[in-house]
């Protein structure tokens, strides 16, 4: 017995001995590496499993890129494989993610977790036309899932969100009729320097959109209350040159939200264009330029192919408002009433009304639609009523505030002296404080170029192009008189000829 108890004194110290070497001098680790491997080997049965797919009911998954964002930010460094993408924010021009096919080891407070990136087929709307998704699947000890799931878990989407507070990459998607990559959207960085302190618009306009804007984020609740899916429509209308699309840029960089430039030429039918709502994501601003073209061809299509194949004509000719009638004398755009959710299932005006405030627009929350058009009287009223299009701007011509606002921008950035800072340098000019020159906007010449602007018809556009191929301010202001007076006096000439064809018109 006596030899036994010494026996059984030696090992445990001799245990006692290796495990403090291999506590000294092993690497962590390598035991957390050791342990995983027993783990998988001996007790398969005893693990837990969570997954995370890119998609879920409601759309494109927030908690998927959260958990992605995390694991690129933890194991960028780790990671056996690793994608490479331009990054706009940091310093050295590009950034790390985790590609693929993966499997990934994290620990907190001593716990092992696994992560696998995969791609399967599901069941949900998938990408493409297809149901291939990717997913993350968190593995685990069954002991520990309470800690995983209310500890572990909120601890990597608050790391994610804080990176992404941090240095967030704002994006601006555009679609194509196959895709890209998997997706029915493709992006870049969306990098647009436009700003409302540098648009070129009415002041009280301005204001104004900027007070809407911001309620409109402050109100998520107040939407739910009543009932409403939380998203804006806004129309802006206006001759080409008048700042639409610097308008648009100037709204996304101030909320801060992704831009999803949708081509309606690019898509094939009316289950697309539902698929590329699902695939938007919250915060987001949708864009339709040109919407009248992109009417008019929709239709010229959907007519042409209704011709070939025998359609009713007279059953386009019934005025709906979810499908545009014509009348032989109106300006209004028309449809194919039938190829709405059914019928020939294609591309149908019905469909794209639906986009906008059917029950599918309810994907997703925090959403703007803002479309563009040179010709607001082109559209029909079903579009343009509250709920679809909620706000209608008019950018006309060059005013007088959009003169001031474009030579300060241009000529006499605030703070600036005359001939340094980031203005156009004054001194090749000759000319002196009189001569409009100085380093402030104003004085007697500038109150004639104020003159002129109301009385010809330039575009933003114009002036800014007028003040950017000028080599001082008072050269810019000599240059933009003149093409003002040459702008006048074209119109002036026109609306005689005009009142002289209206009063040589026959009388009825």
């Known amino acids: 017995m006596a030899f036994d108890m010494q026996s059984l004194g030696s090992l445990l ?10 506590n000294e001098f092993v690497p962590q680790r390598v035991l957390n590496s050791i342990q995983r491997t027993l783990l998988d080997r001996l007790l398969p049965c005893r693990e837990s499993s969570m997954v995370i797919e890119e998609f879920d009911p409601q759309g494109y998954s927030e908690i998927f890129e959260h958990a992605l964002k995390y694991l690129s930010f933890r194991f960028s460094e780790s990671a056996s494989v690793v994608k490479v993408a331009d990054d706009g924010i940091s310093s050295r021009g590009y950034s790390f993610a985790i590609d693929l096919n993966q499997t990934l080891h994290d620990e907190l407070d001593g716990v092992l977790v696994r992560w696998n990136f995969r791609v399967k087929e599901s069941l949900l709307l998938g990408r493409s036309g297809t149901n291939r998704v990717r997913y993350l699947e968190l593995s685990f000890g069954k002991m520990h899932t309470d800690f995983v799931r209310h500890h572990y878990f909120p601890a990597i989407l608050r790391i994610a969100r804080q990176q992404e507070a941090t240095g967030r990459l704002r994006k601006l998607y555009t679609n194509s009729s196959t895709g890209d990559r998997g997706s029915l959207w493709s992006s870049v960085v969306f990098d647009h320097p436009s700003t409302f302190d540098t648009l070129a618009v009415d002041p009280e306009l301005k204001a104004s959109l900027m007070n809407d804007l911001k309620q409109f984020t402050a109100k998520g609740d107040y939407y739910k209350r009543v009932g409403r899916t939380w998203k804006r429509g806004y129309l802006i209308y206006g001759p080409p040159g008048t700042g639409k699309t610097s308008l648009i840029a100037a709204m996304a960089n101030y909320l801060e939200f992704d831009v999803y430039d949708l081509e309606l030429s690019a898509v094939t039918c009316n289950s697309q264009l539902r698929k590329l709502l699902v695939e938007t ?11 009248d073209r992109s009417i008019n061809a929709i239709t010229s299509h959907n007519n042409n192919a209704g011709a070939a194949g025998g359609h009713n004509n007279r059953a386009r000719e019934r005025m709906s408002e979810d499908g545009w ?13 039938e190829g709405a959710e059914g019928g020939t299932g ?4 019905s469909g794209i009304l639906n986009f906008m405030d059917g029950l599918w627009s309810s994907c997703g929350q925090e959403r703007l639609m803002v479309v563009t058009t040179n010709h607001k009287d082109r559209l029909d009223p079903a579009l343009l009523r509250p709920g679809r299009l909620d706000m209608h701007i008019h ?10 606002a474009l030579a300060t921008n241009y000529l006499y950035p605030k703070g600036d002296v005359i001939g340094e800072g980031k203005g156009i340098p004054a001194a090749s000019s000759g000319g002196g404080a009189g001569d409009g020159s100085g380093s402030h906007y104003g004085g007697e010449e500038w109150e004639e170029v104020e003159r002129l602007v109301g009385q010809a018809e330039v575009t933003p556009a114009t002036v800014a192009e007028t003040f950017l191929g000028s080599a001082s301010p008072g050269a810019a202001r000599s240059l933009l008189a003149e093409l003002l007076r040459q702008e006048a006096a074209r119109n002036d000439k026109n609306n005689l000829q005009e009142e002289e064809r209206q009063r040589c018109r026959p009388k009825p």
């Not at 294609?346 to 005006?349: A, D, F, G, P």
């Open 13 to 22: 110290v001799t245990i006692f001995f290796i495990r403090s070497m291999v």
């Open 281 to 291: 994501r919250r915060r987001s601003l949708i864009v339709i330029e040109d919407i």
């Open 346 to 349: 294609e591309l149908s005006l």
């Open 325 to 337: 009638c014509v009348d032989g004398s109106s300006n209004h755009w028309f449809g194919d009433v």
């Open 395 to 404: 950018l006309s011509y060059c005013g007088v505030p959009a003169l001031r």
